[in-house]
């Protein structure tokens, strides 16, 4: 009996140890991570070291029995340290509720990862809504995890998974399932495996989670249903097209605003508190900013903080946007980015490509109704056709980017807020969109019916004429090509189409607050963090005449805008799946605001042959009042590139506005920054040839509030009794980059 | 509503691109994207030499039948215009005035079957944009560069050298908008961007402090700068994000600028001697910068011979002429680049690629059997020495050459026909096999790819580039 034991103490050990040294290069190889994993190889060791000690101590035992009590305890010592890594190693394989899962009384608290359907209320005999809610799930998994390879974008193994009749013939090794047997279907044993099996599906990315793989095999188990309606459903959000009006809830005190009335019942639904207003200062250089796109001077600040009206903030956003071109130049750039219009850029050397400027300025300066704009646009005169006739290329360009394709994709992207750049070239793997309602939308503006092509192969067959939703209308795809534009003009401004105020409507408020009621921008069947919001922001913005500057004020002056600004915890803040809307968050200035505050404060940044576009020879009344030019007016250039100007190759409906080296190198030593502050530095120190007057007439200008003393002494130490122009201009560039001056709180 | 818990979910999975979109940060790595981390690497750096303009492979790397000039000769007849040279390699030569670089190549591979894209009516910049991005312009994205892949999912060797350098080219030539478009990290954030160095002689003068700003003020306004910040009240509202990534940035090109590593950029430090060697021009002492720099740990590096229109190796007319020039520009630094980065061992772990966005020839324009609208006027018979000469854009059968970091020594790969039209007849590769080739010697997943707007895009189109090992060790 000894003999057997200690024979099963070698084994023992020694099947220990070789576990231990499998267990690490398999961790190594699979990559997997965490602590259950550190606990479990840790232990691991313990007992490889615990079972080198046993040998020992079953050998010394032999001849030395005083060592016998060492050897027991160790004994029990090493089956406990055992008995503790197979547990640990078991939550790796199996999962950390591998032994409670079973248990009667464990609930499944927790909604599964994908899905929050109740898998249990499968298990009895489906009624024919409940066939069509598993499908529509079996479809979402499908969708979300298996399109990218398996659809019309990409066919691997002859298998596509996203309509019925393909699911049920299967790939090129026959059908993938046997309904009502789960266990001689393909699919299940495939998406069962283990990551590194060589059969496992998805073979890239993540595995599905138990939750899918047992609706899949729920469905399979249940003789796969399929009925006719459960096409009709879609497996991606989709947001209403038609508008809705929410009531407001009722006045409270100081939220008379609908914004407020709005926000705050989304607030208390999210137990979350209002802040404090912002002081003075704080909302003039916040105004301005946002709707000039300029930083207030110490004597605008003082006539404001002044002013005894106690409506005084909504009187001076009115007079904000009725310094017309101060406006004007401001949200030029805004629209400049989204209509890819621009000064120079690729296309315009061979002619294939047209500047809108003169029209867009036009526009913002008499504040065109949106609705009038957005006519404009489509159906377009000579100044106002560069947005829809692209950027032609000389050469051959892939039919995804032909002038038609690129009309649909931009109108969709800007006017729309949908992505329709999958669909150009496939059906799309994203969202419900076809190839062939790519095209039909395309073709509204081509000068003969487009051939479609799918993954750039012509298919031969001809493209329909339709807009994107049959509810907007018909287009009459005889007609020529101007009376399409005209069709497609007046049927996307209907009131009826509720999209095209919600996607301007939420373009407008991520300019004001930071970030869009619905992110991205662009994709406006995403959730917002309030429907209410958004759509009677847009229901309203319909019924008041599509009128900007309203909606610019209306937002201004709301309780939630004047409120303390937000801090952006990290990169990924903004997008987050679970974002909370607390308020306005803190930004970065735009390359032009940061060029004009230092034109501005400094010396002008641009010379007078930098200047592409001059308002005031385009429009007589239009004054030229600054002593600079804005930089919304020059040619792209290197520094408004690092500060995060885009070339306008494409639409762009969000500033990169991510600090990098590049940038900060620019900033850093870059000419230009360089010489304006140079000669900045020379003007201060003749106006203001006292240090302390200096300093002070500085801060006044440049963050609108005294030095404090901490401030004052280090610019004292910097510039001594008489400021040198050197000393200035490093005192400029100090103040100029510190965040207090780049951010707008 | 069941369907919206997963369509969030699906969000999360698929649409970090939009953090491009919204100007917060890098995108993430697709899922889709294979693990790369135990690839074998047998590269850390990379140098582009890239002829710019379209360099005729018949004057070049893959000469054929001498046709001299004489008055009266037929167009047809011109095969090449300058006699042949022979390489270092048994029976390969190459054509007058590349001697140098023919006796540097048993330490690499000769390409000569590059097919470039049929684009349709030829634009050198969308050819270019092709060759540098591996897409064909437009797309509906704005790609990124090579360099800027690279410099993504590597990082900087040395974190003071930014990991993608651009020498030699100025954006104030004709076609300047259409070299800025690619020019660019696009969608992968502003941080990869090229650094540009115009001109390789005042290289320093991107990596030192403002010009009239000594060190000493220099320092003291970096002082002043955090001095400032900590006085000012921005403490008060706590950490923010785009806060704390400023004053990151501004720290960082601080260390840059303040560095003596930045001495790298610097040609006056260069031993005179090593310094004439290369000094052919802007486009040698390009290669000498890129020399000094791989040394100090750039990551990537393209140095080109400037592209304006009909200058360099545009040639449009005066072909055979022009090309003295060129070669006289290429040939030695070139030569002395491999040779220096070889002696240094440095050429193990650095690949250098010498190439050009097409070729050309006497009479075709595009490829044989996809022809497209002539550009030049050559008359059948030529009278003129301003006609002799490649002064057509071809695209069937380019030369590259292609040294180290794992690439074959004294190798040949690929073959064009000995008679007109000169294309490729064996091994042919196109972009998206050389910069998957240059993927995988760095290690770079094949099937990397980022989910802009919740699409998968990948380094080369649809993933599908194919590794060439015919060309690696």
């Not at chain 1, 900007?548 to 801090?567: D, E, G, M, N, V």
């Not at chain 2, 008359?379 to 292609?402: A, Q, W, Y």
């Amino acid at each position: 009996m000894r003999k057997a034991i200690n024979l099963m103490v070698y084994f023992g050990a020694t099947s220990v140890f070789s576990s231990v040294i499998f267990g690490l290069l398999l961790a190594e190889n699979e990559g997997t991570a965490g602590s259950t994993l550190d606990i479990h190889k840790y232990i691991g060791i313990a007992a490889a070291a615990l079972s080198i000690a046993l040998i020992y101590f079953v050998r010394k035992a032999q001849s030395h029995p005083s060592a016998i009590k060492i050897y027991r305890s160790l004994l029990v010592i090493t089956a406990v340290d055992v008995g503790f890594a197979g547990h640990y190693g078991a939550s790796l394989t199996h999962g950390e509720s591998f032994l409670t899962e079973t248990l009667p009384f464990q609930t499944d608290e927790e909604a599964p990862e994908s899905i929050t359907i109740n898998l249990a209320s499968f298990q009895n005999e489906l009624s024919s809504e409940q066939e069509v809610q598993l499908v529509t799930n079996v479809r979402s998994v499908f969708a979300h995890n298996c399109y990218k390879c398996h659809s019309g974008a990409k066919i691997e193994g002859d298998l596509r998974l996203d309509e019925k009749e393909f699911i049920f013939a299967g790939g090129e090794s026959g059908p993938i399932f046997e309904a009502g047997n789960p266990d001689n279907s393909d699919l299940i044993r495939r998406i069962s495996l283990s990551k590194n099996h060589k059969d496992v599906m998805p073979s890239k990315g993540k595995l599905l989670t138990k939750e899918e793989i047992q609706l899949l095999t729920i469905w399979v188990e249940k003789g796969a249903p399929w009925p006719e309606k459960a096409d009709n459903f879609s497996v991606y959000r989709v947001a209403e097209l038609a508008p809705r009006k929410p009531n407001l809830p009722p006045v409270k005190s100081g939220l008379e605003n609908p914004i407020d009335r709005l926000v705050n019942q989304y607030f208390e639904k999210n137990s979350i508190e209002w802040t404090e207003l912002v002081d003075d200062r704080t909302f003039l250089r916040r105004a301005y900013l946002d709707i000039v796109g300029l930083i207030p001077s110490p004597s605008d600040l003082e006539e404001f903080e002044t002013d005894p009206d106690p409506n005084k903030r909504s009187l001076w956003v009115e007079r904000l946007l009725n310094q017309t071109d101060d406006y004007s130049q401001h949200w030029l750039t805004f629209w400049n980015d989204a209509l890819r219009n621009d000064y120079t850029g690729t296309g315009y050397i061979t002619g294939g490509r047209f500047a809108i400027t003169d029209w867009i300025y036009t526009s913002l300066r008499y504040n065109k109704p949106y609705d009038l704009f957005v006519k404009e646009l489509l159906s377009p005169t000579d100044k106002s056709k560069g947005f829809i006739e692209g950027i032609r290329w000389r050469g051959t360009v892939n039919a995804s980017q032909r002038t038609e394709m690129q009309a649909a994709q931009n109108v969709g992207q800007v006017i729309l807020g949908l992505n329709l750049k999958c669909a150009s070239c496939h059906d799309s793997f994203i969202s419900d969109w076809k190839l062939e309602e790519s095209y039909a939308f395309a073709n509204i503006f081509a000068d003969s019916t487009l051939e479609i092509s799918r993954c750039e192969k012509p298919t031969g067959k001809m493209a329909q004429t339709k807009i994107l939703w049959e509810d907007l209308g018909e287009i009459d795809s005889l007609a020529t090509k101007a009376e399409k534009l005209q069709q497609l003009a007046d049927q996307l401004v209907q009131p009826k189409n509720g999209r095209l105020s919600r996607t301007i409507v939420n373009r407008i408020w991520k300019q004001m607050m930071g970030r869009g009621i619905v992110e991205p921008v662009d994709e406006m069947d995403n959730e917002p963090w309030s429907q209410d919001l958004l759509d009677w922001l847009a229901s309203d913005f319909t019924e008041n005449g599509y009128d900007i500057k309203r909606l610019i004020k209306q937002i201004a002056t709301s309780k939630i805008y004047q409120s303390q600004s937000i801090p952006v915890p990290s990169s990924d803040f903004l997008l987050a799946e679970d974002y909370q809307f607390e308020g306005m968050v803190r930004r970065r200035m735009t390359a032009e605001q940061f060029s004009d505050a230092v034109s501005l404060l400094a010396a002008p940044l641009f010379d007078s042959i930098e200047v592409k576009f001059k308002p005031y020879e385009l429009i007589p009344e239009a004054t030229q009042n600054r002593e600079f030019t804005r930089a919304s007016l020059v040619a792209n250039n290197e520094f408004l590139k690092a500060l995060g100007r885009p070339t306008r190759e494409i639409v762009s409906t969000s500033r990169d506005s991510q600090a990098s080296l590049l940038q900060a190198l620019e900033l850093s030593n870059g000419d230009k920054l360089n010489s304006a502050l140079q000669k900045g530095a020379v003007t201060w120190i003749e106006t203001y040839p006292d240090s302390e007057k200096l300093t002070r007439e500085l801060f006044a200008k440049a963050v609108l509030r005294e030095p404090n003393s901490k401030e004052m002494e280090l610019a004292m130490k910097t510039f001594g009794e008489k400021p040198a122009a050197p000393e200035v201009q490093d005192f400029l560039w100090a103040l100029f980059l510190s965040p207090e001056f780049q951010m707008i709180y | 509503m069941n369907y919206l818990k997963s369509r969030r979910d699906f969000i999360k999975k698929t649409s970090a691109a939009a953090m491009a979109t919204m100007g917060m940060g890098a995108p993430l790595a697709g899922l889709l994207s294979s693990c790369e981390s135990k690839m074998k690497t047998t590269a850390d750096s990379v140098i582009l030499l890239f002829m710019a303009g379209g360099m005729a492979h018949t004057e070049t790397f893959d000469p054929k039948r001498h046709t001299p000039f004489r008055k009266g000769m037929e167009a047809k007849e011109i095969l090449s215009t300058f006699p042949s040279i022979p390489t270092k390699l048994d029976g390969i030569q190459f054509s007058e005035g590349l001697e140098n670089i023919a006796s540097v190549m048993d330490k690499g591979t000769l390409i000569r079957s590059y097919q470039a894209a049929d684009l349709g009516h030829i634009l050198h910049t969308r050819h270019q944009y092709h060759f540098h991005t591996c897409y064909e312009p437009p797309q509906s994205v704005v790609v990124p560069h090579l360099g800027s892949w690279i410099a993504k999912e590597k990082g900087a060797l040395n974190p003071v050298i930014p990991p993608f350098i651009n020498i030699g080219q100025r954006f104030t030539v004709g076609e300047g908008e259409e070299l800025k478009a690619f020019h660019t990290a696009g969608f992968l954030g502003s941080e990869y961007g090229p650094f540009m160095i115009p001109d390789p002689t005042s290289g320093l003068d991107s990596v030192r402090p403002p010009v009239g700003m000594d060190t000493k003020r220099f320092e003291s306004r970096n002082q002043l700068y955090k001095d400032l910040i900590a006085a000012g009240p921005m403490g008060e509202f706590g950490s923010d994000y785009q806060k704390e990534s400023l004053k990151r940035s501004m720290e960082q090109a601080y260390i840059l600028l303040n560095s003596p590593e930045a001495k790298a950029f610097d040609l006056s430090q260069e031993p005179k001697e090593s310094y004439d060697k290369y000094n052919t021009g802007k486009f040698g002492l390009g290669c000498l910068l890129a020399k000094r720099l791989v040394n100090q740990g750039a990551r990537y590096i393209t140095v080109t011979t400037e592209y304006e229109p009909f200058m360099g190796w545009d040639t449009h007319d005066n072909g055979h002429t022009r090309l003295k020039d060129m070669k006289k520009l290429i040939d030695a630094p070139i030569a002395q680049l491999i040779k220096d980065l070889d002696e240094s061992g440095k050429l193990d772990r650095t690949i250098v690629l010498v190439a050009s966005e097409f070729s050309r020839d006497m009479l075709t324009e595009g490829r044989p059997d996809l022809k497209v609208k002539d550009q030049v006027q050559v008359p059948d018979i030529v009278e003129d020495l301003k006609n002799f000469g490649m002064h057509r854009h071809f695209t069937d059968g380019c030369s590259m050459l292609m040294f180290g970091g794992g690439i074959k020594r004294g190798h040949v790969f690929g073959k064009t026909a000995d008679e007109r039209p000169c294309k490729t007849i064996e091994n042919p590769i196109k972009i998206d096999g050389i910069h998957q080739t240059i993927y995988h010697a760095l290690g770079i997943a094949s099937d990397l790819n980022y989910e802009i707007e919740q699409r998968p895009f990948y380094t080369t189109p649809d993933g599908h580039g194919k590794v060439e090992t015919g060309l690696l060790t």
